[in-house]
């Protein structure tokens, strides 16, 4: 009886500190759930809203649902607090910084990658901005009757064959930004290329993004990466234009830890810009700006810097030596669209380029598949070859020996040349090509494979 007494008593005891143990943590998991946003982003972690970036992201998001009819105007409010936000992010985070310098490569500044912030969504933006991109009609009627018309729905429905890993995200949400330059510094890249538009200017389907730039400068700058620009073609751009626009940007940011400033062979350090459909513009008009005695010219000023040309065409190469810019890239990451794409016309550009002291920047890519914004181009498809293509690309660059190699694209997602993570995704009658069998990351791995192996030979180059 006694024994029985004392198990009976050991039983209770037991049971009531089990249930005391249970309470306990229930109390604690109730106490961390209230910790998490409730509007958690796609793929976010639990325990994010702890971090000050995401506590105030949250406050900015009740602000816009509260209000869903405010006027356009406070974007640039929107855009400054997210400005405020990532300068609280760098202070908060100069540890982690450390750590992160531990565990990724090395950046390198002979990789460049061509950087798209021209994505919106509703949370950010009040409406889906790219991702919602028009299907474009083929020039020729008759063509361009066999094929749909219209425009993508987002999230579901985007104007891209392959779907993000972050989603249908904005290019102004601090943490994609964040995600972005986390993901080109794991990739061994170290100059951003971004797509530049005049303050007040987008192209066709987009909205102004110059207000965004000392964010990305920012957060380039926590991950030691450099930022230059791609000056696109914007309406009635010509050299006096292009002097304001250099002028601009040079003095607005060009004293940003962050700005990318190239280094000569004569030792002068440079800013460096890529000017897209440069052959638009006639020589003369750009001699104008690029030669030492053109009527507004660039040259022996505070604002001279190195301008690179796309070259397309073959008779280009002639018409960027005459204008006066420093050199040419390529952009195309279709081998065989275009004389400058193909791989193996780079050896003779290159030559040119050396006899006439040009830098010569090939690009290189992934694959090219834009039949979701153009349905009728199926045959400039490049197919990825489970990342074959890619380092077919980059075997062919090396060959050249290149002082730059250029990336296209980090997130082009229209056009299909993005390395950023991308996922399976299946819905009702679309479904998204991926990166299987291989992980999300795997043309990151793959950059950086090549980025370590251009390093070397490199090496080897200057012996």
Not at 295 to 302: A, E, G
Not at 321 to 349: C, E, I, K, P
Not at 434 to 448: A, F, G, I, R, S
């Amino acid at each position: 009886i006694l024994n029985y007494d004392i198990m009976a008593r050991f039983r209770r005891r037991t049971c009531i500190i089990l249930l005391l143990f249970i309470l306990f943590i229930c109390s604690i998991m109730m106490a961390l759930k209230t910790l998490r946003p409730d509007r958690a982003g796609f793929g976010d972690p639990f325990g994010l809203g702890l971090l000050p970036e995401l506590q105030q992201r949250t406050v900015l998001l009740d602000s816009k649902q509260n209000s869903p009819n405010r006027a356009q105007g406070d974007t640039v409010t929107h855009v400054s607090n997210l400005h405020s936000i990532a300068v609280n992010t760098m202070k908060a985070s100069m540890s982690p910084v450390k750590k992160l310098e531990e565990e990724l490569s090395s950046p390198n500044y002979n990789f460049h990658i061509f950087y798209y912030t021209w994505y919106g969504n509703p949370q950010f933006d009040g409406k889906y901005i790219h991702w919602n991109h028009p299907l474009l009609p083929h020039w020729d009627p008759k063509i361009a009757n066999n094929y749909p018309k219209g425009r993508h729905n987002p999230p579901e429905d985007i104007g891209a064959n392959f779907y993000p890993e972050l989603g249908s995200y904005s290019s102004k949400d601090p943490t994609v930004i964040e995600a972005h330059m986390k993901q080109m510094r794991s990739a061994s890249t170290g100059v951003i290329v971004l797509s530049w538009y005049p303050p007040g200017m987008a192209d066709e389907n987009g909205e102004p993004t110059d207000d965004l730039v000392p964010v990305v400068l920012d957060y380039a700058h926590k991950y030691n990466l450099k930022v230059t620009f791609h000056i696109e073609p914007y309406k009635d751009r010509d050299d006096r234009s292009m002097y304001h626009n250099v002028k601009y940007i040079t003095d607005r940011y060009g004293s940003h830890p962050a700005f990318y400033r190239h280094k000569t062979s004569t030792g002068r350090l440079l800013p460096m810009f890529y000017v897209y459909d440069s052959y638009v513009t006639i020589p003369e008009i750009w001699a104008n700006l690029l030669t030492v005695s053109g009527s507004q010219s660039i040259r022996n000023t505070p604002y001279d810097a190195l301008f690179i040309a796309l070259l397309v065409e073959e008779r280009h190469k002639h018409d960027i030596h005459r204008s006066g810019f420093d050199g040419m890239y390529t952009y195309f990451a279709t081998n065989g669209f275009s004389y400058g794409s193909s791989h193996h016309n780079w050896a003779s550009l290159k030559a040119f380029c050396d006899s006439n002291n040009l830098m010569f920047i090939p690009s290189v890519g992934p694959g090219y598949i834009d039949t979701s914004i153009r349905p009728w181009n199926n045959h400039n498809t490049r197919n990825r070859v489970n990342g074959k293509y890619y380092e077919t690309a980059f075997s062919a660059a090396l060959l050249v020996r290149p002082e730059i190699i250029s990336i296209t694209s980090f997130n082009e997602w229209h056009e299909g040349t993005q390395i950023e993570k991308a996922v399976p995704k299946r819905t009702g009658q679309v479904v998204y090509l991926d990166y299987k069998p291989h992980k999300p990351n795997v043309y990151l791995e793959l950059t950086q494979k090549w980025s370590e192996k251009y390093r070397k030979e490199q090496e080897q180059w200057l012996m």
